[in-house]
């Protein structure tokens, strides 16, 4: 395939069995689709096939964007984009309950993940997110307290998402073949928040103060973003022996959460 661009991190879906079961995973008609960087199109026609009531596709690459603009220019309901889809202004581009569909290229995709997580309005406006990663990223993204992959990525997707794996995907079922191999994740927004934070990007902030040092216990890092506040400390209840990866995802939110309110006084 003569499109392929290994900088902007390109590997095609090309197992049509994968590409049925991504569509298999949730209803699409009716529905307001968007599509990242669906590249030759592949997965974007057996949507079609689904009789989606609208289709947005993000392609970055313009040849790609060509490409799919011929492919599939009979389509009064389906539009293109030739944008890098981290550049774009999210709350314009979304409908109402849009379903999101993504192969996502393994070197922005945690960030593109990361962009809905960070819109503001809430309840969320799409529906679900069906996602594909790198294996690897995938793992780090369900990953549980105490098991060796929990981090940062899992904390903050978990705080608005729900986070279901569907399957994996072998690194055959694509070209050119990556080195590794995919998992699909499905995500669906919390009907309520366990706490309230004001801006995620203060529990990227926090989190990221502990995971940097991940094998040192948090009583540093509490130190570091409370002072010597020994009343704030121990409304959390916790172990100060503890390692961050011992943490759980609540307790981080509540820790966030009395960081926004000091910051507030």
């Keep these: 395939m003569s499109y392929y661009k290994k900088s902007l991190g390109q590997n095609f879906l090309i197992d049509s069995n994968i590409i049925k079961k991504i569509t298999s995973i949730t209803k699409i008609a009716g529905k307001n689709i968007l599509e990242i960087g669906p590249g030759s199109g592949n997965l974007t026609e057996q949507i079609i096939k689904q009789k989606p009531k609208s289709m947005i596709l993000i392609e970055k690459d313009q040849k790609l964007a060509n490409l799919l603009k011929s492919k599939f220019k009979n389509y009064d309901n389906i539009s293109i984009i030739n944008k890098d889809f981290l550049k774009l202004e999210l709350e314009r581009l979304l409908k109402r309950n849009t379903l999101v569909f993504g192969n996502l290229p393994y070197n922005v995709s945690s960030q593109i993940l990361i962009k809905f997580l960070r819109l503001k309005n809430y309840p969320i406006i ?26 940062r990525l899992s904390i903050i997707t978990k705080f608005k998402l729900n986070v279901t794996k ?9 070209f ?71 943490v759980s995802e609540n307790d981080y939110y509540k820790i966030v959460y009395l960081f926004e309110k000091i910051s507030d006084r």
């Design 126 to 151: 799409f529906s679900k997110l069906i996602f594909m990663f790198q294996k690897e990223v995938g793992n780090k993204i369900k990953a549980k307290v105490g098991e060796k992959d929990y981090g």
């Design 176 to 246: 050119p073949r990556p080195k590794v191999n995919s998992t699909v994740l499905l995500f669906k927004p919390k009907k309520k928040l366990n706490f309230k934070i004001k801006n995620i990007k203060n529990l990227e902030k926090i989190t990221q103060i502990f995971f940097s040092g991940k094998r040192k216990m948090i009583n540093k890092p509490l130190k570091n973003i409370f002072g010597d506040s020994v009343e704030i400390i121990s409304k959390l209840n916790l172990n100060l022996s503890m390692r961050p990866g011992d």
């Design 166 to 174: 569907c399957f994996d995907v072998s690194n055959n079922c694509f």
